[in-house]
């Protein structure tokens, strides 16, 4: 039988994830550095050997399988083992789309890598946003303050107003990386999309618990 995170889709990126790694060292001469951060600016300022940086992606996401494998077994991720399996698939995505643009970056291809980032961040954030209120109180998925965890009323309720707050904060950075490549316009509609989302649906389940 196969693990819940192991679905045929997620096989399916982590395949993508593996060819686009080993496109690299095919492509890229050896001794070439790769960006692997980028300033506010937009600008690269943290780089790694070639070998490295294209085995850092892979790396992390052995690590991150290995620690979803494991969580998804204890009795706390019960209720949000559905939401591990979507996490999985969105954060596997997101390496395929940044390990390709390391690689074109490599090659000598021109890339945008804050858009595509902020790009990619909104659409994880629409997917994370569509199964927030779908999951149930547990202690590894959603908005996990200690009063929705207390309360499975308080956690509905503050689930579904953070996740279509996420759901519309994705589409904000997804719309702004479509329309602007500045990157002081990009962060700031990721800073709002981010943090307008966690302050706001704290406060309700905040205040929610306390007028009971």
């Known amino acids: 039988m196969t693990h819940p995170v192991a679905t045929p889709f997620n096989l399916v990126l982590a395949v993508a994830l593996a060819v686009a790694s080993i496109a690299g060292f095919v492509l890229v001469p050896a001794g070439v550095d790769l960006p692997v951060h980028w300033g506010v600016t937009g600008a690269a300022d943290g780089f790694l050997p070639r070998d490295l940086a294209l ?3 892979p790396a992390i996401a ?7 494998v494991w969580v998804r077994r ?10 591990l399996t979507t996490a999985m698939s969105v954060l596997l995505g997101l390496f395929v789309v940044v390990q390709t643009a390391i690689v074109m970056i490599g090659v000598g291809i ?15 954030f629409v997917v994370l946003g569509n199964i927030m209120p779908k999951t149930q109180p547990n202690g590894v998925v959603g908005i996990r303050l200690p009063w929705p965890l207390a309360d499975a009323a308080n ?13 519309l904060g994705g589409l904000l950075m997804a719309c702004t990386a479509l329309l602007s490549g ?4 990009l962060l700031t509609a ?23």
């Open 74 to 83: 204890s009795a706390a991720a019960a209720g949000g083992r559905q939401a």
């Open 110 to 124: 021109a890339v945008d890598m804050v858009r595509i980032v902020v790009l990619a961040l909104g659409v994880v």
């Open 62 to 68: 052995v690590l991150v399988l290995g620690l979803l």
């Open 190 to 212: 990721t800073a709002i999309g981010v943090i307008v989302p966690i302050l706001v649906a704290t406060l309700f389940s905040y205040r929610l618990a306390h007028r009971k």
């Open 55 to 57: 085995l850092l992606l």
């Open 155 to 167: 956690w509905q309720a503050t689930n579904r107003l953070g996740g279509w707050l996420m759901l």
């Open 182 to 185: 500045q990157p002081a316009i």
